[in-house]
């Protein structure tokens, strides 16, 4: 949770200690620092294990799998001296022949350094194959075809038939074209598919043979193969059963697994209803938009206490770089409140530097998001100057919170945002930077994505401060794409009287939506606006989304109400 999930700047043992020392210096909790004690104590003895494979510049591939072994069996060696377990079964025994070979090595390969070795390895060991026997009964045999051509059962399991998997898909040669396989002598690929028709004819010849295929691969309905439909066309031309007619117990005994008493029981979309006291009395103005959309992720967020894990050894994606560029503009606000220097790209860009040094490791970043950005500054800058016409300071990463009187009990909604631009004339004017699409003005005006309209209420209420002037004027999105277009500036309203209108209507709202999830009935369902569905909620595993929203009924809206 500390050290592997999330963005991994940076790479190898020394990095993973230092960032689980940042996390323990920072956590107050005593279950996280024993958590991250144990953490840093295996990293130590990480550190000691493959010390042989440290300090070693370039060497001989015989020099390099000594020093493997060497690391590995200090890895593998138990409480009592020995390190067996790394020569033990069918594994160990293709290991020792591996390290054997390579022990004696010619130095034709001559010296290479530690992550030339890593891929030479991993592709010598890709080409041995092991088959577990483990835990396997004695009358039971998993076989590959070319081991079921040499052997006979008295009944057969042919798995695995839908297309891509038996036969499997033909992959072209990236070097040699058909005309050259030819000329060279070489087969043509579709000869694989000949093999494997020849293995499935055999095996599908025996006296007792049971076919079988996955109808759903990832999720997705998956191709019978080829041989299974020929069979089914042949059946049915002959006015036989087909595989769907048969009556076998086996198929018997499958529907009984699924279905242990009877028919399906249609199970409604899930529509939570927690007890009021279990329900948020704070929100942050940016997830006002998902409580709208989809309640239900806010009842797994802030009831059921759930958040999403981050990937393991992440990428940078989207989210990496909108944080990024907040960031980057954040410190060229503070840096220039009033008016740009005369060379504010350059200053612009130096700061871009500074931020864009933490992905130095990340090649990608340094080869697509820099152009973008440098193209990003250009478009700012020519733009920035007249944003900042009568202005008097421009200020960045303003939090403040607002507590709202309901009919039940208060509640506080929190925000930061992104730039407050103060003008000459007493009002303010509020930017959002986004580097995704822009809101449309349209739901913003009718409350659909209300962060913009939200903060100005609270602005005109003080949250933010009371030194700031209560009168906005201003509303806008500034979007910081550097592609084909490098940035866009969309007004969601341009005067006093439309944005103190457009914020009162949306207080209004925000507080009625409040107050309707504060009756005990109201549900939490799972995104009920169809025209709003996202496919990549957090939390739709939870709520079952693929299984109910795909030919459900029409019983199951759970939240028709939203």
Same mark, same amino acid.
């Given at each position: *949770?500390?050290? +592997?999930?999330?963005?991994? #700047?940076? /790479? %190898?043992?020394?990095? &993973?200690?230092?960032? $689980?020392?940042?996390?323990?210096?920072?956590?107050?909790?005593?279950?996280?620092?024993?958590?991250?004690?144990?953490?840093?104590?295996?990293?130590?003895?990480?550190?000691?294990?493959?010390?042989?494979?440290?300090?070693?510049?370039?060497?001989?591939?015989?020099?390099?799998?000594?020093?493997?072994?060497?690391?590995?069996?200090?890895?593998?060696t138990d409480r009592d001296g020995r390190a067996d377990v790394l020569w033990r079964g069918p594994a160990g025994e293709q290991l020792s022949e591996l390290f054997a070979a390579l022990a004696t090595a010619s130095d034709a390969p001559g010296l290479m350094s530690l992550a030339?070795?890593?891929?030479? *390895?991993?592709? +010598?060991?890709?080409?041995? #194959?092991? /088959? %577990?026997?483990?835990? &396997?009964?004695?009358? $039971?045999?998993?076989?590959?075809p070319l081991e079921a051509r040499l052997q006979q059962a008295d009944l057969v399991i042919l798995g695995g038939l839908t297309e891509g998997v038996w036969p499997g898909e033909v992959s072209l040669d990236p070097w040699l074209s058909r005309p050259m396989r030819a000329a060279l002598g070489l087969s043509p690929p579709e000869r694989q598919i000949g093999l494997a028709a020849h293995d499935f004819a055999q095996l599908a010849a025996g006296p007792e043979v049971v076919l079988s295929r996955a109808e759903k691969v990832d999720s997705k309905p998956a191709v019978p193969s080829r041989w299974w439909l020929r069979l089914e066309n042949l059946l049915a031309g002959a006015g036989l059963p087909?595989?769907?007619?048969?009556?076998?117990?086996?198929?018997?005994?499958?529907?009984?697994?699924?279905?242990?008493?009877?028919?399906?029981?249609p199970v409604p979309p899930p529509a939570p209803e927690p007890p009021v006291e279990m329900r948020p009395r704070k929100l942050a103005v940016t997830q006002v938009q998902n409580w709208l959309r989809d309640p239900y992720s806010i009842y797994a967020r802030h009831i059921l206490g759930l958040k999403k894990l981050d990937e393991i050894d992440a990428e940078p994606g989207p989210a990496d770089?909108?944080?990024?560029?907040?960031?980057?503009?954040?410190?060229?606000?503070?840096?220039?409140?009033?008016?740009?220097?005369?060379?504010?790209?350059?200053?612009?860009?130096?700061?871009?530097?500074r931020h864009f040094q933490a992905f130095a490791h990340v090649p990608q970043v340094g080869a697509v998001?820099?152009?973008?950005?440098?193209?990003?500054?250009?478009?700012?800058?020519?733009?920035?100057?007249?944003?900042?016409?009568?202005?008097?300071?421009?200020?960045?990463?303003?939090?403040g919170a607002l507590e709202i009187e309901t009919k039940g009990a208060p509640f506080t909604l929190s925000g930061r945002a992104d730039r407050i631009d103060l003008y000459t004339d007493g009002t303010v004017g509020i930017i959002d930077y986004k580097t995704g699409t822009l809101p449309r003005t349209e739901s913003c005006e009718t409350g659909l994505q209300p962060q913009l309209t939200l903060e100005a209420a609270m602005i005109a209420r003080g949250a933010f401060g009371e030194h700031l002037p209560?009168?906005?004027?201003?509303?806008?999105?500034?979007?910081?794409?550097?592609?084909?277009?490098?940035?866009?500036?969309?007004?969601?309203?341009?005067?006093?009287?439309?944005?103190?209108?457009?914020?009162?209507?949306?207080?209004?709202?925000?507080?009625?939506?409040?107050?309707?999830f504060d009756d005990p009935a109201?549900?939490?369902?799972?995104?009920?606006?169809?025209?709003?569905?996202?496919?990549?909620?957090?939390?739709?595993?939870?709520?079952?989304?693929?299984?109910?929203?795909?030919?459900?009924?029409?019983?199951?809206?759970g939240g028709g109400d939203g």
């Open positions: *949770l500390f050290g +592997l999930r999330g963005l991994c #700047l940076e /790479r %190898g043992l020394d990095a &993973l200690g230092e960032k $689980l020392t940042e996390a323990r210096s920072n956590t107050k909790n005593a279950k996280d620092r024993r958590a991250l004690d144990a953490g840093l104590e295996l990293i130590r003895t990480l550190n000691n294990v493959t010390a042989p494979l440290k300090g070693r510049a370039r060497q001989t591939l015989a020099e390099w799998a000594e020093a493997h072994i060497e690391a590995a069996t200090a890895l593998a030339d070795y890593t891929k030479l *390895l991993r592709t +010598l060991m890709a080409r041995r #194959l092991v /088959r %577990g026997q483990e835990n &396997l009964h004695p009358r $039971l045999f998993i076989w590959g087909t595989a769907q007619d048969l009556t076998l117990p086996h198929a018997l005994w499958a529907r009984q697994l699924d279905d242990p008493e009877g028919g399906a029981k770089r909108g944080t990024l560029l907040h960031g980057i503009m954040e410190d060229f606000v503070k840096a220039f409140p009033g008016l740009l220097p005369a060379d504010a790209r350059a200053k612009l860009i130096e700061i871009g530097r998001w820099w152009p973008r950005f440098e193209r990003i500054a250009d478009w700012l800058i020519e733009r920035e100057a007249k944003l900042r016409e009568g202005h008097e300071r421009v200020l960045a990463e303003q939090a209560k009168d906005v004027s201003q509303l806008r999105y500034i979007r910081l794409g550097g592609g084909m277009r490098q940035g866009e500036v969309r007004v969601i309203a341009d005067t006093k009287a439309r944005t103190s209108e457009l914020a009162e209507e949306a207080l209004e709202r925000f507080t009625a939506l409040i107050e309707e109201r549900t939490y369902p799972s995104q009920p606006r169809p025209q709003f569905a996202n496919t990549y909620g957090d939390y739709d595993h939870l709520a079952r989304r693929l299984e109910w929203s795909v030919g459900g009924g029409e019983d199951g809206a």
